[in-house]
Nanobody, 121 residues
Framework: QVQLVESGGGLVQPGGSLRLSCAAS????????MGWYRQAPGKQRELVAT???????NYVDSVKGRFTISRDNAKNTAYLQMNSLKPDDTAVYYC???????????????WGQGTQVTVSS
């Protein structure tokens, strides 16, 4: 089994910063993609940022220049540094990882339980 645990969410004022962490644990051989998604009330879940094992990143336009995704492959952990936060960034943030559990085995997607980010004065 594989578990993803997010942390670092909270309440922050507009213009502030937060750093989210996503730690993967369990039966893991390798992790290819890791990503952050978010879902605001009444809206569909949307991709925020992704990073592959080689370090290539991708961002939704609304966060480019403000958010930075990174990962520590040795710790199976991904991070999302969020700066210049806006009220529109308020959402539950979810981590996703594409995990291979054994050599030559298939890959599966796993999701964390989510962490709330609220941007408000």
């Amino acid at each position: 089994q594989v578990q993803l645990v997010e942390s670092g969410g909270g309440l922050v004022q507009p213009g502030g910063s937060l750093r989210l962490s996503c730690a993967a644990s369990g039966s893991i051989f390798s992790i290819s993609d890791m990503g952050w998604y978010r879902q605001a009330p009444g809206k569909q879940r949307e991709l925020v940022a992704t990073i592959i094992s080689g370090g290539t990143t991708n961002y939704v336009d609304s966060v480019k220049g403000r958010f930075t995704i990174s990962r520590d492959n040795a710790k199976n952990t991904a991070y999302l540094q969020m700066n210049s936060l806006k009220p529109d960034d308020t959402a539950v943030y979810y981590c996703k990882a594409v995990v291979t559990r054994r050599v030559g085995g298939p890959s599966f997607q796993y999701w964390g339980q989510g962490t709330q980010v609220t941007v408000s004065s």
